[in-house]
């Protein structure tokens, strides 16, 4: 593990984003963007689950129109993120909120799968409720609070880093 990651921090990537002065922050700005939107469109769907808001609009429909939007920033702030990494990998592998943060995207993830894999299968007969089953309200309530959680572990990374 330590030779991969000396590998990461000795690639011409991971170079470039150590010591170029103007790299990291604008890569960390498109970062911050991207997880915003991630944020953003997520809480406008788990809302919905939730029946706080947009409770007009069927679940389906909202979701078909959002999650592609979800995915392109993700993949954004995927990318942006390993580029972040880069730069320090050996001090974001041993810092507590990193390894949070990595933690609950993974659960994330998870709560997503499941969601789509159990109950999305239903969703023909409650698509259009105001008041959605159990099962939705409590992804949408993971979702949210889980994602607010990674924005917040992800700023608490900046503020518990060693300076290069």
Partial sequence: MNELIEAIANSSI???????????????TVHVVAITTVLGVIA????????????SYPVSRLSNTLVPVT????????????LLFTSQPATYVENFAFQMKMLLLVAAGLNMALFHLFTMKGIAVW???AVLPLGAR???????????????FGRWIGFTMSPF
């Fill in 14 to 28: 991971g170079i470039m984003m150590a010591e170029n002065p103007i790299a990291f922050p604008w890569v960390e």
């Fill in 44 to 55: 406008i769907v788990d809302l919905r689950l939730l029946g706080l808001a947009g409770v």
């Fill in 71 to 82: 995915w392109v920033a993700f993949a954004l702030a995927a990318i942006t993120g390993a």
């Fill in 127 to 129: 698509d259009k409720d």
């Fill in 138 to 152: 409590l992804a949408g309530l993971l979702s949210l609070v889980i994602w607010v959680l990674v924005v917040g």
